[in-house]
């Protein structure tokens, strides 16, 4: 079961106030897909997982929060106003996807990441092919940027790439995903070897559709020398 309040918030951009959903319970059954997508019902509030104010259009995890001013510049550039209107994306992708230009701009590489992805999926539950390509392809640009700069992804060795492929392979980039694979380091806990070994299965058979941890399970229990 999945509950909901309504709470005005004031944005601390614009200083205008509008009505934001919060989250007040839900309850979480199976396991996430392998880019960690929550199972449902917690996937279910995706909508909720972002603030958007309606007349400036900040978007973020908190419009109240003391980085609106500093964000100012960029919530009112080109790209960020082109993109918060895109006809070519949901408008819940859109608002993650501003959220995460905002963050890129702050060099927090990895949350942009995330909300990069959370874009995709919204994009998949719209049925939006294209825009859900494009928001993976930007989130493993983010993942590969935030490696570059030895930005810690996750205390999990290898999740980072994990992440990225599976990324990749549901864009269609299959080949960019098994090179990403191959620098596996071997220190890596076994779920994590368990997932890349999924990821190299689906890759060769050039499957690019969503699965969870349990179908690497599955694969893994199936497949034990």
Known sequence: MVTFCDEDKTCSCCGKSSSQKEIMSYTTFGQPDLDLRPPPMKRDTMFAWIEYCSHCGYCSHNINDEKGVSRKEIIQSSDYQAQLSSNDYPSLANQFLCYSILLEHEKNLVEAAWQALRAAWNCDDAHNEQGAVRSRLRAAKLIDDSRSANVEFSKQLGLDRCIEADALRRAGELQRAKELLQHMQGEEEEIIKTLYQFQL???????????????AQKYHDANKQ
């Open 201 to 215: 299965h689906l890759i060769e058979s050039n499957d690019t559709r969503c699965y969870t941890i349990t179908d």
